[in-house]
């Protein structure tokens, strides 16, 4: 627990699923509906931090989430990465990337390419229930 | 293996290990030296594609890196990223950064915010002999 880390002061987004090592959060992105988090509870920077049982943990979550994300969007990839430069609380990006999203084929951190249609955002978003219900079941399954 | 696909047809870096499931990489990036991937043998996009016992293999491989990385660079942190919009070919960026990089703390595909100065990049680039040492270290400690 670190008080200036804001991964700690608060779950840094919508709850999904907790336990009592990590949780998953639905991030509130306009051009991502389905972008998730997997967040580690404490307040860790790296993978390499962990002992290897909790790494594995970890990105079991990581492929439970991508498991859930494909079967309920159908993107065209999936993009997972763990940066932490600014908030250096070790934290799983899981993004669903579309040919037709705001930075295809480049990574959401560069620059925008174009604006998503309103309506697919939308039809994206409306998706978001059946996500919650897919990760809740991915997650229960393998433990 | 799929014959459009570059990381079918070629190393993509310098190979510092390679067994028959994967191999490490050193990227010749300017800006980063250090950086490396580990990239899958086969022809995969997603995480999610592999066996669970397979995941774990890659996952150690890319922790195993980040630990050779932050033993011999010491550097503000680590970066892993598996995206692959461009190269559907399950590869994992594992990227030094540092305070002093030209992105940090954004992504290094944000626009760049600095340049480097020269004589830090020679250093770090003086370290890719033990670098490797150190990588090769790693893969042969845990298997």
Redesign the interface.
Known sequence: MSEQCELCREDGGEVIHRNDRLRVVLVDDADYPGFCRVIWNAHV????DLP?AD??IL??A??QV??AL?EVLQP???????????V?HLHWHVIP?FADDAH????I???AVRQTAVEVLAARRALLPALRAAIARHVACEG
């Open positions: 920077a790296e993978m390499s290897p790494r594995a990105m079991r990581v492929c991508e498991s494909r065209e990839k999936i993009n997972l990465a763990s940066l932490g430069n600014m250096p990337r295809f084929p480049h990574p951190w560069a620059q």
